[in-house]
């Protein structure tokens, strides 16, 4: 079974910066994409940021600029920064990866618990 455990989130003020922490943990053989995603109130689920395991990433166009998604694959884990922080980035951050799992060697792809994000104006 493989869980990933999210972390960093909190209150924040307008123009503020936090940083979230997504750790992997289970019989993994290989991570692939590690993702960002958001959800705020009343809205879907979307794609904040992506990071590969070559190290190629994506972002969001309503946060190319603010946020940086790294990971460290050593430790199993993805961080995103968060700079300049605005209200409408408030929501639930959620890390998504997909991952091989070490005994079988079968593709999985595993969401964490979500952590809060409000960004006060």
């Known amino acids: 079974q493989v869980q990933l455990v999210e972390s960093g989130g909190g209150l924040v003020q307008a123009g503020g910066s936090l940083r979230l922490s997504c750790s992997a943990s289970?019989?993994?053989?290989?991570?692939?994409?590690m993702d960002w995603y958001r959800q705020a109130p009343g809205k879907q689920r979307e794609l904040v940021a992506s990071s590969s395991s070559g190290g190629t990433t994506n972002y969001a166009d309503s946060v190319k600029g603010r946020f940086t998604i790294s990971r460290d694959n050593a430790k199993k884990t993805v961080y995103l920064q968060m700079n300049s922080l605005k209200p409408e980035d408030t929501a639930v951050y959620y890390c998504?990866?997909?991952?091989?799992?070490?005994?079988?060697?079968?593709?999985?792809?595993?969401w964490g618990q979500g952590t809060q994000v409000t960004v006060s104006s």
């Open positions: 998504n990866a997909d991952v091989v799992h070490g005994l079988n060697y079968r593709s999985y792809n595993a």
């Open positions: 289970g019989i993994i053989a290989r991570i692939n994409n």
